[in-house]
């Protein structure tokens, strides 16, 4: 079976990860499932597209085993093209989160227009806890939705914030109940689809071009630490230490 199913409904498209069993960690070939789907230009009938997850958790991030098995690499991050993707597509594109949006998961929600969480669920970025660091295209992200007090708490710490936190912060638009989490995604669906398509399409690439000044700053030598923190021993012994259920060692090398 597919890792990412797509199935239209009317007015609606519902893109799924489908990977439960590995609380849907994004592996090669799920992103290369994602990127096909966002890279589809909408007919013209569609209005709004929703990305939800099969299983507990909504989606736990970049597959640590494979990239353990690959080897650390300089660089955008594997998953940058589908946020690209995300961020850029035609029409709003709603996050229903029924449960844990780690690391890469965070990101793929937060790159939606509209996240609808279930109070139960976690957002959060582990990357300092394991020895890695965002690049320039993901810190960018959480610092337009969270502010530059919510970015640090999330990066900086790297503890997963709840969801009622994240909706102080302004990073996602709705917080309900996990009984009424697919009541209040649907009157959210129900009402854009509603609105004038046009106006919707208008919308979303004025608040995307509006927001992409801080590609023109320059970040070289951000890059380079970024990289640097990518390539150390202490991100080889964090991630296997992340794999192994264990506290690391880090040395600063």
């Known amino acids: 079976m597919s890792k990412v199913l797509v199935e239209d409904n009317g007015p609606a ?26 890279r589809e230009e909408p007919s013209q009938d569609l209005r709004v597209v929703v990305v939800r997850a099969n299983g507990a958790s909504f989606c736990s991030g970049l597959d640590l085993k494979e990239r353990n098995e690959r080897g650390p690499q300089a660089g955008a991050s594997p998953i940058e093209e589908v946020l690209h993707l995300v961020e850029h597509y035609p029409l709003p594109v709603v996050a229903v989160v029924q449960g844990d949006a780690i690391a890469g998961g965070n990101e793929l929600a937060l790159h939606c227009d509209l996240v609808v969480a279930s109070e139960e669920a976690q957002f959060g970025m582990s990357l300092a806890q394991i020895g890695l660091a965002p690049t320039w295209f993901l810190a960018k992200k959480l610092l337009e939705v969270a502010g530059p007090v919510g970015a640090r708490e999330v990066l900086f710490l790297g503890d997963p914030l709840s969801a009622r936190r994240m909706h102080e912060l302004g990073a996602i638009s709705r917080v309900a109940s996990p009984e009424e989490l697919e009541v209040v995604a649907r009157s959210v669906i129900e009402r854009l689809a509603a609105n004038a398509p046009l106006s919707l399409r208008a919308m979303k690439a004025l608040l995307v071009r509006e927001m992409a000044f801080r590609d023109g700053i320059s970040h070289d030598d951000v890059d380079a630490l970024v990289d640097q923190a990518r390539m150390s021993d202490d991100a080889r012994e964090g991630i296997r230490a992340r794999m192994e259920k264990r506290a690391p060692a880090f040395k600063g090398e």
């Open 13 to 38: 498209r519902t893109i799924t990860l489908n990977r439960p069993e590995k609380r849907n960690a994004l592996d090669s070939e799920m992103l290369g499932q994602l990127a096909a789907a966002f």
